[in-house]
């Protein structure tokens, strides 16, 4: 009789040429906090951003290519995963949008993916074939407009696309419109149906967002001022209303700083962001009835440029992918405080982007 276990995996998506190494794989253990690398594969331009279905043992990769007439445009790569060696197999790979894409997510039944294009300012839509390779192509929504900074804003900058929590909206933060635009995921139809539009403050620039594990809240890390806005979140219409916006950085910060990342723990309780430029992680305290923030700590992410971060399942470590110093930095979480602090673990990791723990059955 074979007895499963589960083994604490993390994977990290990063800038490379398509010779070099690009998505890579660790064996994660929760005892000391150490990374050890099990697999990396090449074969991929700057496969930055990922995303898992742990059900399915299978890894989405976005990355960039060249179409017929010299173009540069936007590519998925679906992999398989052998829970028991670590390592990744490629299933297909396939063009997406006219342009270079950000960001990739997955609806929870995993029928769809989504990717976002920062530089062609839109969004598509994709199926996943039941074998889980990456399908036909179903629907693209171009984004208008422009706000406020005349260098960052002056066209529409898609950063990200997250569903929510029952699979039926599709939130876009657009860094380059100060908007969060909210579609209705026709899945029959397999189209993106515009449902409403949630502005923020002019000069934001909304990168990513995150739900509030109550469902009732959504917090949105603004990359260009360095700031996070809390909104109340209608289930019903996908409708976004503003609570609160506070600032990531210390109060006597003078220097220059963008923000990335965003996440909520597990239990609810606590809030981390990442600045770029101070380099650090910003913790706040969530208000489980009325949403809102107060700040806990700020914290050295131990290198620079921390592009993404993420709290393990279990929420006792963050992992926080430094671009330009070129590692994967443990802390552990207080759970209690929510505090981080150091273990003294890193691997050095060229230009790493993304960083996702996901437990897995081997």
């Not at 690398?37 to 930055?48: A, E, H, I, R």
């Not at 992999?79 to 028991?84: C, L, T, V």
């Not at 876009?172 to 909210?182: C, F, K, M």
């Not at 996070?228 to 109060?251: H, N, R």
């Amino acid at each position: 009789m074979t007895v499963e276990k589960q083994r604490l995996f993390v994977f990290a998506g990063s800038y490379a040429e398509a010779e070099e190494k690009g998505v890579h794989v660790y064996v994660f253990d929760e005892e000391t906090g150490i990374l050890q690398l099990t697999d990396s594969v090449d074969g991929l331009k700057n496969p930055t951003f990922l995303n898992v279905d742990a059900d399915r043992n299978l890894l989405y990769a976005i990355a960039e290519t060249v179409n017929d007439a010299g173009q540069k445009v936007g590519e998925a790569a679906a992999f398989a995963i052998n829970p028991s060696k670590g390592s990744l197999s490629l299933l297909n790979r396939k063009i997406t949008v006219d342009s270079t894409t950000c960001h990739i997510q997955r609806d929870a039944e995993s029928r769809f993916l989504t990717v976002t294009s920062y530089h062609g300012g839109m969004i598509g839509l994709f199926g996943i074939n039941e074998d889980g390779t990456i399908g036909r192509d179903l629907d693209v929504q171009q984004h208008e407009g422009s706000s406020k900074h005349p260098e960052r804003q002056d066209r529409p900058h898609p950063h990200s696309s997250f569903y929510s929590p029952d699979g039926r909206f599709l939130l876009v933060s657009d860094l380059g419109l100060d908007r969060i635009v909210t579609y209705k995921l026709d899945a029959e139809a397999g189209k993106l149906v515009h449902q409403s539009s949630a502005a923020l403050h002019p000069g934001a620039g909304p990168r990513h967002l995150t739900f509030h594990p109550n469902g009732k809240f959504v917090y949105v890390i603004n990359e260009v001022d360095s700031s996070i806005t809390s909104f109340t979140y209608d289930k019903e219409t996908g409708q976004l209303i503003t609570l609160q916006t506070v600032s990531t950085l210390p109060a006597d910060f003078e220097g220059e700083n963008s923000c990335a990342e965003i996440t909520v723990s597990t239990d609810g309780r606590y809030l981390y962001g990442s600045n770029r430029g101070h380099d650090s992680i910003v913790v706040f305290a969530i208000d489980d009835q009325s949403g809102s923030l107060s700040l806990v700590q700020h914290f050295s992410v131990e290198g620079g440029h921390p592009r993404h971060f993420a709290l393990t399942p279990s929420g006792r470590f963050l992992l926080a992918a430094n671009r330009d110093t070129d590692n994967i930095v443990t802390f552990t979480v207080d759970r209690d405080s929510g505090k981080l602090a150091s273990t003294g673990n890193n691997v050095k990791l060229s230009k790493p982007v993304c960083v996702l723990p996901v437990y897995l059955t081997t």
